[in-house]
């Protein structure tokens, strides 16, 4: 396993104490924490390089666009890109699946064409789909998974047909943290032409992704998620698609030569980051995937698993705690989501930061999962490098002290303050 007392000192916010007790947090999945690497990397750029980037011939502006130009190549290496021209910087994945649906979307489908999702997206990997649908007449199927909550590759095949255009799916899911088995699903979607966009929100932060071995279109996540800071994500498409899309927005930045009357677009990935980007969050993700890196990407994804594997053993030593998703660790990221039956989830959540442990309930975004497994909602745990033993040890406590009181509550006729609903 990862060193987590050695890391744990590069994040002065798991120093703090919340409700008196010592910070375990695990709500990963939602955001991550940040390392002072990265904290002092956007402090630095604030103190020393702040200018406009393409916009000025002068040192700072020359600093400044030097060291966002680099954070695209970082990232570029970080997925094995083919190119840093492939990388545009976002807002986050919601942003970059939103410009995938439009600007692909809008221009390629057709009425009666279909679009293949699955019942596990995060709904931003499921709305702008619906949405494009709707203004182009085209069709939305989705996969369902197994009770386990993996999803039915067999459906896939007959649900891809030559009238699917798009195939979107998440690498990992943010309920159950199934990983799917991408380079199938790409092969699928190859077979009848169609492209195949992938959700990497929660993959990209935890697992090694190549998006040249997965043989993949599009990848769209979010910098908050992996270390950097909110308000930055990525975009990456194929050179040769990208090129021949139509940028969503445009405006400053984005183009090579304006008249009245025609406009001549910049080259990639400039045309689809119009208006003053985010550089700040660039140069803070840049030094983030150099911390992840440095760590790297199979050592988190082990260590993650084996904290997964010991919550799933001491859970199951609970009689009331129900765990969701597969046992196939193969195919099993960082995220336990799970319920005490009889409690309500929120309630759950509620009393564990009465303990100082923060994780997230309800349905995290995916309605749909939820109501496909019967569930009104779930606590979820969602782990990262900085995690350790002591913090499923800190979670299996809370939740054996909930159940004991709720136990007593009702053993002595005290109706529960925290029941199912
Ligand atoms: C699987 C998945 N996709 C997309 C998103 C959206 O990410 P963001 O809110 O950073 O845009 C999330 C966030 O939780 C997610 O878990």
């Not at 007392?5 to 955001?31: C, Q, S, W």
């Not at 649908?133 to 998974?145: F, N, P, Q, S, T």
């Not at 043989?215 to 270390?227: E, Q, T, V, Y």
Request: aromatic share 8%.
């Amino acid at each position: 396993m990862l060193d987590v007392e050695e890391i744990r000192k590069d994040f002065p916010i798991l120093n703090r104490r919340v409700k008196g007790r010592r910070l375990v947090y695990l709500d990963n999945a939602a955001t991550s924490q940040k390392p002072v690497q990265v904290i002092n990397a956007v402090k630095e750029y604030y103190e020393k390089y702040n200018a406009n980037v393409h916009r000025g011939f002068h040192t700072l502006s020359q600093e400044a666009s030097e060291l966002y130009e680099k954070a695209h190549e970082v990232v570029a290496k970080f997925i094995n890109a083919y190119s840093w021209e492939e990388v545009i910087f976002t807002s986050g994945a919601t942003e970059s699946l939103n410009i995938i649906a439009y600007s692909y979307g809008l221009k390629h489908l057709r009425e009666g064409d279909e679009i293949v999702l699955t019942v596990m997206e995060h709904h931003s990997n499921m709305l702008p789909w619906r949405r494009v649908a709707e203004i182009k007449g085209a069709r939305v199927k989705y996969v369902d998974i197994t009770d386990d909550g993996k999803l039915r590759y067999e459906e896939f095949e007959k649900a891809i047909t030559e009238r699917t255009r798009v195939v979107a799916v998440t690498h990992m899911s943010n309920v159950l943290g199934t990983i799917n088995d991408i380079r199938r699903i790409a092969k699928l979607a190859h077979s009848v032409d169609a492209v195949i966009v992938v959700d990497g929100a929660q993959s990209v932060p935890h697992i090694p992704v190549d998006v040249r071995s997965l043989d993949i279109d599009f990848l769209a996540f979010s910098g908050h998620k992996m270390l950097a800071p909110t308000g930055i994500g990525v975009l990456w498409g194929r050179r040769d698609l990208l090129e021949e899309l139509t940028p969503l927005k445009t405006g400053g930045g984005a183009i090579k030569d304006v008249t009245l009357d025609s406009v001549v677009l910049a080259d990639l990935p400039w045309r689809f980051e119009a208006g003053t980007p985010n550089i700040a969050g660039a140069v803070g993700l840049m030094e983030a995937v150099k911390y992840l890196t440095r760590i790297g990407m199979e050592n988190i994804h082990r260590h993650e698993v084996e904290l997964v594997e010991y919550t799933l053993k001491r859970m199951d030593e609970l009689d009331r705690v129900e765990v969701y998703g597969t046992r196939d660790l193969m195919w099993r990221g960082g995220v336990v989501a799970f319920n005490i039956k009889g409690l309500n989830h929120h309630s759950v959540a509620k009393i564990l930061d009465t303990m100082g442990i923060a994780v997230r309930s309800g349905m995290h975004c995916a309605h749909p999962l939820h109501y496909r497994l019967g569930l009104k909602g779930t606590v979820r745990a969602s782990y990262y490098l900085y995690n350790g033993l002591d913090d499923v040890d800190s979670l299996i406590e809370g939740l054996e002290t909930i159940i004991e009181i709720s136990e007593t509550l009702s053993s002595i006729g005290v109706s529960d303050v925290c029941t199912a609903g």
